[in-house]
């Protein structure tokens, strides 16, 4: 379970196919801080620590999870946001993130604002009912409030740390991120669809 906010970000360091698996590997200014079998929300895919040598960890990505978001797009030196796991008794200060991301959006327009800039997605229009005007998501494991939620697209604002902070600086129109709903709006319209069954 994580919180969407973002402790680092980690430079993508080597890149191995092994079948239809992905290994990705990192170095880590936490790294004394991690062991193998951990788990760390990589824009905001929950992925496992599987080695920890020459001041490097791995994590590998199966086909499942290279088809339901933009890992199969990573490439070397790219930026990526990093969270550990929630801690029993830590303050909750972004929403409730299980780091299995829902859906894949697409960056439709960066505008900057007076002391902050607005982002705005496209999503596939089936998750409409999930997003509602001030509710939370999770975008590349950045945990946001929705300002305007559409049928296929929704906008966020992000203020200058959040901005400079995580790997929103590197967006550009018509790159893809990873999105997770609110898992209380996915419970829910799940608890409706069976009512209405």
């Known amino acids: ?19 239809s698996n992905i290994h990705f590997c990192f170095e880590s200014p936490i790294l004394e801080e991690l062991k193998v079998d951990q788990s760390i929300a990589h824009n905001g895919v929950c992925l496992t620590v599987t ?25 070397v030196g790219d930026r990526i946001n990093i969270e550990r796991s929630l801690k029993v008794g830590d303050r909750l200060d972004g929403h409730m993130v ?8 697409i960056c439709d327009k960066i505008k900057k604002l007076d002391g902050s800039w607005l982002f705005k997605f496209k999503y596939p229009p089936e998750h409409t009912q ?10 590349n494991g950045v945990s946001l409030t929705i300002i305007k939620a559409q ?22 129109i018509g790159h893809q991120v990873n999105l997770e709903f609110d898992i209380l709006g996915k419970y829910i319209q799940r608890m409706v669809t069976k009512q209405m069954d």
């Open 130 to 139: 999930l997003l509602v005007d001030k509710g939370s998501i999770c975008i």
């Open 98 to 105: 299980q780091g299995h991301v829902d859906s894949l959006g």
């Open 151 to 172: 049928t296929d697209s929704f906008t966020v604002t992000i203020i200058p740390y959040t901005y400079d902070f995580t790997n929103f600086s590197d967006l550009e």
């Open 51 to 75: 080695r920890i040598e020459s001041g490097r960890y791995w994590v590998t990505a199966v086909d499942e999870t290279l088809q339901k978001t933009n890992l199969s797009h990573w490439t």
């Open 1 to 19: 379970m994580f919180t969407g906010i973002i402790e680092h970000t980690h430079v993508i360091k080597e890149i191995q196919k092994e079948g």
